[in-house]
């Protein structure tokens, strides 16, 4: 009798012994689909961040006139922060270094790029059916490369003389060459929108390469000021930022917070200095477990028995 009453009661009841009810699935799966739809887009709405439209050559062009001219003047002059950049674009300077070691040099010229040739020059010489332009253009090329620097040097002091470096305010002056026109007609260029296309068409086999559009437009003043307003820029722990009053990457704070304290933050090697002291920050964390001392807090300040007290009052 007892082994008959225990073979029943392992028995595994029949479903259809349970009462059943009708069921719709899909009308379930479709109104949690709408609401979880519902709330994401209101909540999107609420607390996402600014959807900023990116910034073109174009809108530079037309905005900021001046910065456009001022920097193309530097480009041709040498004096931009692409032009004086280093490794992996040229060879102007040793780039950032960590002690004796030049780590921006080990790479090596892998991107060459030559700011007055590749992003002022070239594309003007694609802009076809304006004398006035190739006669410059002629004259820009015929002359050694000190004069063309004296040129665009002389002609970069008369711009940041000028009210908000205005072309229009600064006096024609022989001592200036074809650069007043070369910049005037990069100007017209860029205001076109054909800049952006004839810079971004090279460098790699899908014509899509931007980093020569991007060197020239951090050149310039423009791209600064809108991060900076926007409380993007490296003194003000942008890198953990987003546009607009937004926490951003908060995992972030800890690299960014180097930058905003000295040495670091008035160094020109901050990058290769923050890096390297962010690698000495893991390796200290990863080798918590052998350091004498270090691993013993948790002995001394018992804080994990607080958070986990009930399994502790279980075990002894």
Do not use: C
Not at 121 to 135: C, E, F, M, N, W
Not at 195 to 219: I, P
Not at 259 to 282: C, E, G, I, R
């Amino acid at each position: 009798m007892t082994t008959v009453t225990a073979t029943r009661r392992r028995r595994t009841p029949d479903t259809h012994d349970f009462p059943t009810r009708s069921y719709d699935l899909v009308k379930e799966f479709v109104i949690a689909l709408v609401v979880v739809a519902v709330l994401t887009t209101v909540l999107a709405a609420v607390f996402s961040s600014p959807d900023e439209k990116s910034i073109t050559l174009s809108d530079w062009a037309q905005k900021a006139p001046n910065d456009v001219v001022a920097t193309a003047t530097g480009e041709l002059a040498g004096t931009t922060t692409s032009a004086q950049y280093g490794p992996p674009y040229n060879h102007a300077s040793t780039g950032q270094v960590l002690g004796p070691l030049q780590l921006q040099n080990w790479a090596g010229v892998r991107i060459p790029v030559d700011s007055a040739n590749d992003l002022v020059i070239t594309p003007l010489r694609g802009v076809s059916g304006d004398p006035v332009l190739s006669a410059a253009l002629a004259v820009w090329s015929a002359a050694p490369a000190a004069r063309q620097q004296a040129w665009a040097a002389a002609y970069a002091d008369a711009l940041s003389s000028a009210p908000d470096g205005n072309p229009a305010a600064v006096k024609p002056s022989i001592g200036f060459g074809p650069v007043p026109v070369l910049a005037g007609k990069f100007l017209r260029l860029a205001g076109s929108g054909g800049l952006e296309g004839t810079l971004d068409s090279r460098g790699n086999f899908y014509k899509g390469d931007a980093t020569r559009g991007l060197l020239l437009l951090s050149d310039g003043a423009y791209l600064e000021d809108q991060a900076r307003a926007r409380n993007l820029g490296g003194d003000q722990w942008g890198m953990m930022n987003e546009t607009g009053n937004y926490p951003g990457q908060p995992w972030m704070w800890l690299y960014t917070f180097w930058y905003q304290v000295k040495p670091f933050s008035t160094s020109d090697n901050a990058d290769a200095q923050v890096w390297a002291l962010m690698m000495v920050l893991t390796l200290v964390l990863v080798l918590v477990p052998f350091i004498p001392g270090v691993r013993s807090i948790p002995r001394w300040i018992p804080l994990h028995r607080l958070i986990w007290r009930d399994y502790y009052r279980r075990t002894g």
